[in-house]
C-alpha cells in the first residue's frame, strides 16, 4: 500500500471513529446536559419551521403569546434544521446530525490544518485527537451553537495561515468568510482576531505587520457582520442574552476583579480552577497532558518562530478569555475554543517525537500498542462526560403526557425553570419559579391567554402559600406523574 493511500486509509478510519462516537445518545430527548441550552435552540428550530422562517428572527417558547425573539447568536444550526423539519418533520434527531456534520468537518480542518502546519502525520494525530476528546465527542452533538462555531473559528485561521505563508487573495477571502461566519455563530470567536495579528507580526515584524493592509481588512470585514447583526436584533428582541450576560455578569465581575489586589487575587485563582473542567471533560486527560508537554517537544525548525508566536497569542486570548468570561460563567462548553489548539499542539509535539525517536509506524508492535492505547484513552474520555448523556425519564414521560393531554395551541405557564421541558410539553407560555411567581403574575398570565398552570416544582409551589390558595379555585387536570395542573379556564 503507498504512503498516501495508507494515510487516506487512516483518516477515513478516524472519520469513522469520531461519527460512531458522535452518535451515541444522537436519540436521547434534548433533556440530557445542557438541557436549558437544547430547549432554546430546539425551541427556535421548531419556531423557524412553524412561525417564521427567516435566521434574521429567532423566537423561544417563553415570556408570553408570541413573538418571543431572543438576542442571541446568529442560529445556524436551529435554521438549517428548520428546513429539514419543513420536509420531514420535526425530529431533534436532525438538528443534532447537524451539529455531528460540523464536528467531523472540524476532524477534517484539522487534519489539513496540522499537515500545513506540521506534517501529514501531524495533521492525522490532530484529527484523531479532536476525534475522540470527551468535550469534541460530547458537544458535536448536541443542539447548542458552540461545534459550528468552533469550526468556522478554527476554518478562519488555517486559511489566514495560509494566506500569510503565499499571499493568495483566495485564502484571505476565505479567512474572511469563515472569520465573519464565526464570529456570528458566536461572538466568543473574535479571540481568534489575536493570533491572526501575531501571524502577521511574526512574519513582517511589528512594522511591517501596521503596515499591511490585510490584518485591517480582516477586522473588519470579520467583525462588521455581526455588529449589524446584534445591533438589529437587539431593537426587536424581548430577551437580551448576549448583552445582558456581558453588562449584567461579565463587566461586573471584572469591575470587581480589578478593584483590589485581593479581588484579582481571587479571580486568577478561580480561573486556575478552571483547568479541571478543561482537563476531564473538554480535553480529556491524556490530551491535556500532551497539550501541556508539547510546549517542550515542538519540532525546533525555520518555522519554531513563528508557529511560537501563532499558538502563544492563541493561547493568551483563550486564557484571557477564560478569565474574563468563563471565570464568571462557569459552564465547560465555554472552554471548546481550546479544542483546536490542543489537538494541534499535540500533533506537532507527537509526530516530532515519533520522528526523533525512529517510530517506524507500520510495525506490528507500533500498531498493536496504538489501537490498545487509542481504545484506553477513547474509553477513559467516555467515562469523563458519561453523565452528561443522563435524561430523566419520569420527567420525559410526564412532559409528553400533558403535550398529548393538554389542548392544542395554547399558552401555558410551568413552574419551573427549564426550556427543554417547556419544550417537550410542546406549548408556548411562561416558566416561572413558582416560588416567587405571584397571583397578580397570574392574572396578567392569564389576561394575555394563559390556559393551565403546570405545577413541576411541587415543593416550591406550595411554599408560596397565596399563589397555591388561588390555584385551588381551578379545576385540576388528571395526570399520573404526579404534577399539578391546572385549568386556568374553569374556575370552581
Known sequence: MSADLRRHALFLAILVLALLLRLYGIHNPILDHPGWRQGDEAAIARNFAQLHDNILYPQVDYDGPAPNY????????????????RVFGIHETIARLIVVAFSLAEVWLLYLF?????????????????AIAPGAVYYGRTITPDTDMVFFM???????WRFCGQRRPADFAAAAVFGAIAVLAKPVAVLA???????????????????????????????????????????????????????????????AAFSSPARFGDAVFGALALMRMLSTTILGPALFAATLGAWFALPRDAESHI????FGAWLLALAAYAFAVVNVERVDYYLLPALPLAALLAGGALDNLATRIGLAPASRWSIGGGIVALFVIAYANMLEVHAYYTWSRPVYAAAGELDRTLDQNVLVVMGHYDPSVLYTIGRKGWEEDPLIW???????????????????????????????????????????SGWQVYDLRKPL
Open 114 to 130: 496540522g499537515r500545513e502546519v506540521f506534517s501529514r502525520r501531524a495533521g492525522l494525530i490532530a484529527a484523531l485527537a479532536y
Open 70 to 85: 431572543a438576542e442571541l447568536e446568529l442560529q445556524i444550526v436551529p435554521f438549517v434544521a428548520a428546513q429539514f423539519y
Open 438 to 480: 405571584n397571583v397578580h403574575d397570574m392574572r396578567s398570565a392569564m389576561r394575555k391567554g394563559a390556559a393551565y398552570f403546570i405545577g413541576v416544582e411541587i415543593p416550591r409551589l406550595k411554599a408560596n402559600r397565596p399563589l397555591y390558595a388561588y390555584l385551588q379555585h381551578f379545576a385540576r387536570v388528571p395526570v399520573s
Open 193 to 255: 482576531i489575536v493570533p491572526v495579528i501575531a501571524l502577521v507580526v511574526a512574519r513582517r515584524g511589528v512594522k511591517g505587520a501596521l503596515e499591511d493592509w490585510a490584518p485591517y481588512a480582516f477586522v473588519v470585514l470579520a467583525g462588521l457582520p455581526a455588529l449589524f447583526y446584534f445591533e438589529r436584533l437587539n431593537a426587536i428582541a424581548e430577551w437580551h442574552w448576549a448583552s445582558g450576560i456581558t453588562t449584567l455578569h461579565v463587566m461586573p465581575a471584572l469591575r
Open 154 to 160: 478554527t476554518g478562519a485561521m488555517y486559511f489566514w
Open 307 to 310: 508557529r511560537g508566536w501563532f
